[in-house]
């Protein structure tokens, strides 16, 4: 069985820290590099129910997209919220590794992962790095054009249920072919999306007053489809568990987490 130093290798070898934004904490959080892993489970957020699905499933490692410790701290008391989680890893043995930006701009990344739920074949980043080979978000095809309506159909079909749902911002009658993907927050490149002329952009968290000022710009600015965060990034978790089932393939079981940590609840 590979020691947790192996598993990071894999993983940092399909997501390069390097890749990572200057803000983001990625790596590994806690855990000793030298214990045997012969159970991962594969989460979108580091919160108390992935956790205590850790354990339940007696997993050594716990691979996050989301940081757990984004911002400096000075402590991980027992008694804080995020210092319980550190708390209860260590003692159940279980090491923490987060994936965050750097999983955003790997070629294949969360926006390859979004994509490939939808049915896109995907073309180039939406963002592209200097060097062009990766990048921020991704733009790509459907197979053939289909009305707005039924695209809006299509992305609910492909990801998980979450009570919010899936809304679109468009004419419903309007073809769709191209399409920028961005997985998490991204209303931050509505303009990409819209230099580069693509017909529908579909990420998370968008905002009131940029979506609709995005809309009122011209008939040319791509249709919108808004998702909650968590469900436009949890396709992540299944490219993520296959690059470690490919490389260590029968040493160690990988999990993807069934737990749905999106903070909507209740639709009313």
């Known amino acids: 069985m590979p020691a947790l130093a192996e598993v990071i290798a894999a993983l940092e ?3 390069p820290p390097a890749l990572a934004e200057s803000w983001d904490a990625v790596g590994l959080v806690c855990g000793d590099p030298a214990e045997p892993v012969t159970d991962v489970l594969i989460c979108v957020d580091p919160v108390a129910t992935t956790i205590d699905e850790a354990i339940e499933t007696g997993v050594q490692l716990v691979v996050a997209h989301h940081p757990l410790l984004l911002r400096g701290v000075h402590g991980v008391p027992a008694d804080t919220p995020k210092g319980a989680l550190v708390h209860r890893l260590i003692r159940a043995g279980i090491a923490l590794y987060c994936a965050h930006t750097n999983a955003d701009s790997a070629n294949p990344g969360v926006s390859d992962a979004l994509a490939g739920a939808i049915g896109l074949r995907v073309l180039r980043p939406l963002d592209p790095h200097p060097d062009g080979s990766t990048g921020l978000g991704r733009i790509g095809e ?22 919010p749902g899936v809304l679109g911002a468009g ?15 991204g209303d931050s490149f ?26 009122e710009t011209g008939v040319d600015a791509p249709a919108l489809v808004g998702l ?32 749905r940590t999106d903070p909507w609840t209740i639709r009313a």
Not at 143 to 163: K, S, Y
Not at 192 to 214: F, M, N, Q, S, W
Not at 236 to 253: H, P, T
């Open 13 to 15: 070898d399909a997501y």
């Open 142 to 163: 459907l197979p053939e054009p289909e009305p707005f309506a039924a695209f809006v159909r299509r992305v609910a079909a492909a990801l998980p249920r979450t009570e």
């Open 171 to 185: 004419d419903p009658d309007r073809l769709i072919r191209t399409v920028a993907v961005s997985g998490g927050a």
């Open 190 to 215: 509505l303009g990409a999306a819209t230099a580069a002329g693509v017909d529908a952009y579909v990420t998370a968290d968008l905002r009131h007053h940029p979506a609709g000022e995005h809309l």
């Open 228 to 259: 909650t965060h968590w469900a436009s990034e949890w396709p992540w978790c299944g490219q993520a568990s296959a690059i470690l089932r490919d490389a260590f393939a029968g040493n160690v079981n990988v999990h993807v987490s069934a737990r």
